[in-house]
């Protein structure tokens, strides 16, 4: 596994092994020991969760709030998309700043996002396998989000407005404006 970058004090781009020859390819997709290390971090990952999605698909932006944060191993095993987090730390001199990245079958890429971060991802290929490892069980009182579209976050998505599909739920969530300091 090699670390690509690092951003926002705590998201860390990930480039696992591949080994190719052919009959295709070999790749740990997860190994506790050298994540551990390579991010000097102790986290234990405690579930995995994968979603399908087609193209034009916006889930987000989500996080647990407090005391119940979720950090995520994120990665797409079918498919591309557009993945973005927003740092909701209080404390950090990039709250509120976010960051984008490519994720995809072709580039294997992994993306670890760390508690107190909003993510969503948009779908850009006919469809995506989105997985995602979780250190904390999903508690649904502290589910939480902001609307995709807050032109102070300001994120530049690869697909036009009209194209994007978003649930119902993530329509109505709160803008940054209405977003308290560590709720």
């Not at 080994?19 to 050298?34: A, I, L, M, Q, V």
């Not at 508690?115 to 991802?121: I, L, M, N, Q, S």
């Not at 779908?123 to 997985?131: C, K, N, T, Y």
């Not at 989000?145 to 697909?159: A, Q, R, S, Y």
Request: hydrophobic share 35%.
């Amino acid at each position: 596994m090699e670390v690509l970058q690092k951003d926002l004090d705590g998201v860390v781009l990930l480039k696992p092994n591949v080994f190719k020859d052919e009959r295709g390819y070999f790749f740990e997709s997860f190994n506790s020991n050298e994540f551990k290390k390579k991010l000097n971090l102790d986290i234990d990952f405690i579930q995995d969760n994968e979603s399908l999605s087609k193209f034009g698909t916006l889930r987000g932006f989500h996080f647990q709030k407090l005391p119940h944060s979720q950090s995520k191993l994120v990665r797409v095993t079918k498919g591309k998309v557009q993945d973005v987090v927003i740092d909701l730390r209080p404390n950090s001199k990039y709250f509120g700043k976010h960051k984008s990245y490519i994720l995809s079958e072709e580039n294997k890429h992994q993306l670890f996002i760390p508690k107190e971060f909003a993510h969503a991802f948009l779908v850009l290929s006919e469809s995506a396998i989105f997985s995602y490892k979780v250190d904390y069980p999903y508690m649904p009182n502290y589910d939480s989000g902001l609307i995709w579209d807050d032109p102070d976050i300001n994120v530049k998505w690869e697909l036009s407005r009209d194209t994007i599909a978003s649930s119902s739920k993530d329509l109505i969530l709160p803008n940054f404006k209405n977003y308290k300091k560590g709720d």
